[in-house]
Every structure is written in structure tokens, then in C-alpha cells.
């Protein structure tokens, strides 16, 4: 018999519930709901409760960066993991300025990963009303480019320096909102073009897409495949993404994809669900083997599961390895393996 799936409680957590007495008792920090960071750790709560593996309380509405610490210090079992941050933990800079490089990279080698997946793909796009005609006019225009502060505005701010030369505030006035009003801002008309990390299809294009006709632009393929694009592609966190048409028009009839191949070509933001590497091995393996096993049942419960590379394991489909200091768990390392899944001998 299954287990009830979540209940509610005090704090923004939520934790399975059930008759069933599981082995183990973890706790989980992730985001609030609506996004692969969510669907991924709550998925793992529901199936790991379902084979008695262990009963795992959620903390919602956690940034990348406090999960990400959390489980580095032992405070919890498993996070959301955006690669950078290992990387810039290691270092003892951006958030992590406060610790230094010294017990930074203590920190960051405790830190070992279940499975990885995207956190986004970087999506230029504007309503058709507006006139504006991709990257090459970008100059004057108002550009939401992420939230005040965070990660994935300076993503956003360096892809655009890169392909055209201009600067936030010189170049183009660059526009910011928190992420729950960025639907509002972009039907709003606050801006004239948005370029943010996407799902595909999710619910703020969708939302926006609702509300009139809108174009999305891929990265020139000569400038994607140029030297300045693909070391940005190659920094700690990042992956190239690429769609084809088909998964681009999920985004339904309003939505035109601009590609000059019909591939769409951009900048993946890439990373995991961790766990401290003290975690037992065979709880990591069973971890790991239960969700492996029910990918069908993530893909089954949100449109663009298909679309995160859950299965998409290569080192630089994946950012593992290179600059990245996040190793697999040995345990999830033998869950992959055993499933038939071929592992970068530098992830391991």
C-alpha cells in the first residue's frame, strides 16, 4: 500500500508520511515548488518512503547556495547543488567570501553528488509587438535579466557581454525582479526582451506566452561554436544546451523559434542533488537505484522533466569533472553503473 504523499508543517517544510517505518530519517533542502530542483528531491521523498529506503523531511524555499553549505557542514543530509557553488566554495569567494579559501575547500570536499540535472536553460525571448528582432538588437533595449541579486543575473549579463559586447547599464538598461514577479514584469511590459533561465516548457514562458505571441532566439550556431561562447560554456556550473525544435514548440503555437538550423543552441545551467560524503554507501546506492529506477514517473509529472538531462551523464553535458571539485558518492557511482549508465572516469 502506498504512503500518504506530503503533509504540511510548521516552517516551509514538508515531509512524507505514512504508516510505512523507514529505515533511515533525512532531511532535504530544496526550493519552493514548480521547478526541477523541487520536483527532483520531492520525487526522491515519495519513492524512498514507498521502499521503506528512508523517510526524508523537507525544508522548502532554500537557496543554492544555503543548501548547498547546509550539506557541507553536516547540517543536512541532501541539497540542491548548482555546480558553481562547489566550485566558488572551494575558492573561498562569492558567497563563501566570508569563510576563505582555506576552509572553503574543506568544506567543499565533503560535498558528493547523487545524480545531476539542468537548473535551466538561458532563453532570450519578447513579445512580437515589440519589434525586437534577437542579439543582434539588443542595443538600448530594456533586458530582464534575472533577479536583484543572485547567480543567474550575472549568467545573464556575462552571455549577453559575450555575444554582443554590451554592458549592463552602458549598453542596455537591465532590468531585475524577484523571481516570483518575473511573470508579472514580463507581461507587464517593464521590459522589452527577457533572457532567463528556462524550463521547456514551464510555467513562467507559459504564462507569458498566454498573454500575446512571443519569438525565442537561439545563439547563432557561428557564435555558439566561437571561442568566446564555448569557454563560457565550459565555466564551473555551465553546460551547453541544445533543443531541437520539436521540444522548442512545446511551448505551444504562440511561440516561434528562431534557429537557423533548427537546433536551439544556448547556456545550460547545470548541477545536482548532494549529500555529504560521510552518507553510508548503500543508503547513497539505494537512494540513487530508487530514483534511477522511476524516471519514468518524474518525466510522467511535469512537462519538462524530459528536457533537464536526468539521463544525460557525459562530463560536459553535465559540468562534472574539469573545474567542478564534486565527485559522485560511491554509492550512487554503483547505482549508475549497475543500471547500465556510463560514468566520466573523472566524476567518479
Known amino acids: 500500500m502506498k504512503t500518504a504523499f506530503f503533509s504540511a508543517l510548521l516552517g516551509g517544510s514538508i515531509a512524507i508520511a505514512g504508516a510505512v517505518s523507514a529505515a533511515e530519517n533525512l532531511t532535504a533542502h530544496t526550493s519552493a515548488p514548480g521547478v526541477a530542483v523541487h520536483l527532483t528531491i520531492a520525487h526522491l521523498a515519495e519513492v524512498a518512503a514507498e521502499r521503506q529506503i528512508a523517510n526524508i523531511q523537507i525544508t522548502l524555499g532554500q537557496t543554492g547556495a544555503n543548501a548547498t553549505l547546509a550539506v557541507a557542514e553536516g547540517k543536512a543530509d541532501i541539497g540542491i547543488c548548482p555546480f558553481v557553488l562547489p566550485f566558488l566554495m572551494s575558492k573561498g569567494i562569492g558567497p563563501y567570501a566570508a569563510m576563505g579559501p582555506e576552509k572553503g575547500a574543506e568544506l567543499a570536499a565533503n560535498l558528493r553528488i547523487l545524480y545531476p540535472y539542468s537548473f535551466g536553460a538561458y532563453l532570450l525571448y519578447a513579445y512580437d509587438t515589440l519589434g525586437v528582432q534577437g542579439w543582434d ?60 533561465p528556462e524550463f521547456v516548457p514551464s510555467d513562467r514562458p507559459l504564462q507569458a506566452l498566454s498573454a500575446g505571441k512571443m519569438t525565442f532566439w537561439s545563439i547563432p550556431k557561428n557564435i555558439y561554436e566561437g571561442e568566446a561562447v564555448q569557454k563560457v560554456l565550459a565555466a564551473p556550473g555551465s553546460a551547453p544546451i541544445e533543443f531541437t525544435l520539436e521540444q522548442m514548440q512545446t511551448l505551444g503555437e504562440n511561440a516561434t523559434i528562431v534557429s537557423e538550423d533548427g537546433i536551439f543552441r544556448t547556456r545550460g545551467t547545470v548541477g545536482g542533488n548532494c549529500v555529504n560524503a560521510s552518507m553510508d554507501e548503500e543508503l547513497a546506492y539505494q537512494l540513487t537505484k530508487a530514483h534511477i529506477e522511476t524516471l519514468d514517473a518524474i518525466y510522467a509529472k511535469a512537462p519538462y522533466a524530459r528536457n533537464i538531462g536526468l539521463e544525460a ?36
Open 137 to 196: 538588437d539588443l542595443a538600448g533595449r530594456r533586458i530582464l535579466n534575472g533577479p536583484p541579486r543572485g547567480g543567474a543575473t550575472a549568467e545573464a549579463r556575462g552571455l549577453i557581454q559575450v555575444i554582443t559586447g554590451l554592458e549592463d547599464g552602458k549598453g542596455y538598461e537591465g532590468i531585475q525582479s524577484d523571481w516570483s514577479q518575473m511573470a508579472t514584469t514580463i507581461t507587464e511590459g517593464s521590459s522589452d526582451v527577457a533572457l532567463l
Open 313 to 348: 551523464l557525459g562530463a560536459r553535458e553535465s559540468a562534472m569533472c574539469g573545474p567542478n571539485p564534486v565527485k559522485y558518492h560511491p554509492g550512487a557511482a554503483r547505482a549508475w553503473q549497475e543500471a547500465g549508465y556510463t560514468l566520466p572516469d573523472c566524476a567518479k
